[in-house]
T-cell receptor, first 111, second 116 residues
Framework: GENVEQHPSTLSVQEGDSAVIKCTYS??????FPWYKQELGKRPQLIID???NVGEKKDQRIAVTLNKTAKHFSLHITETQPEDSAVYFC??????????WGAGTKLIIKP | GAGVSQSPSNKVTEKGKDVELRCDPI?????LYWYRQSLGQGLEFLIY????????KSGLPSDRFSAERTGGSVSTLTIQRTQQEDSAVYLC??????????????FGPGTRLTVT
């Protein structure tokens, strides 16, 4: 079955710098890759997603890239702000229509 | 529009008691998922309902856990004979259609379960 690995587990960046979180997946049939942001004590919220028929998607300061050959996808956050501090989860949709989740990355924005 | 709602928001129960957690998905969403999240941890899949199909129960950790979805809408997760290790936040999510096209999952606020 699908397996998703996420790195790093913790990422600390200076405010204004960029942050990159990477995920790898095992099932080449996976075709949907969302990213969720979870602030402390809150529910996970979808921030961006990508399907396997495109290689990159952007939404303002956030972008996701997908490399199907290497089976990895990444979240890029530019010009980081204090409100970007949260735990970020990646996921991959498997052939059973479920999302297989990464373990999460705690992003810390230093002022 | 209204999002996914869950009740209760918090539940404290004694070890050995049964609990029921409720989820109201977004209207029109045919797919419904239950997850468990322990403190500081990731999302653990429990069960998935898609329309009128038989649910995927592959994530339920033991036979003390069960769930049902009545009328293709509201779902109830039941934990029998609760144990301390059941303490966690139970999250429900729904998506428009789990089998084609619209796969974005929207989460409810969760139920924080504490077993004493």
């Amino acid at each position: 079955g699908e397996n998703v690995e996420q790195h790093p587990s913790t990422l600390s960046v200076q405010e204004g710098d960029s942050a990159v979180i990477k995920c790898t997946y095992s099932d080449s049939a996976s075709n949907y890759f969302p990213w969720y942001k979870q602030e402390l004590g809150k529910r996970p919220q979808l921030i961006i997603d990508i399907r396997s028929n495109v290689g990159e998607k952007k939404d303002q300061r956030i972008a996701v890239t997908l490399n199907k050959t290497a089976k990895h996808f990444s979240l890029h956050i530019t010009e980081t702000q204090p409100e970007d501090s949260a735990v970020y989860f990646c996921a991959a949709r498997d052939s059973n229509y479920q999302l297989i989740w990464g373990a999460g990355t705690k992003l810390i924005i230093k002022p | 529009g209204a999002g996914v709602s869950q009740s209760p928001s918090n539940k404290v129960t004694e070890k050995g008691k049964d609990v029921e957690l409720r989820c109201d998905p977004i209207s029109g969403h045919t797919a419904l998922y239950w997850y468990r999240q322990s403190l500081g941890q990731g999302l653990e899949f429990l069960i998935y309902f898609q329309g009128n199909s038989a649910p995927d129960k592959s994530g339920l950790p033991s036979d003390r856990f069960s769930a049902e979805r009545t009328g293709g809408s509201v779902s109830t997760l039941t934990i029998q004979r609760t144990q301390q290790e059941d303490s966690a936040v139970y999250l429900c999510a729904s998506s428009l259609d789990g089998t084609s096209g619209r796969w974005e999952q929207y989460f409810g606020p969760g139920t924080r379960l504490t077993v004493t």
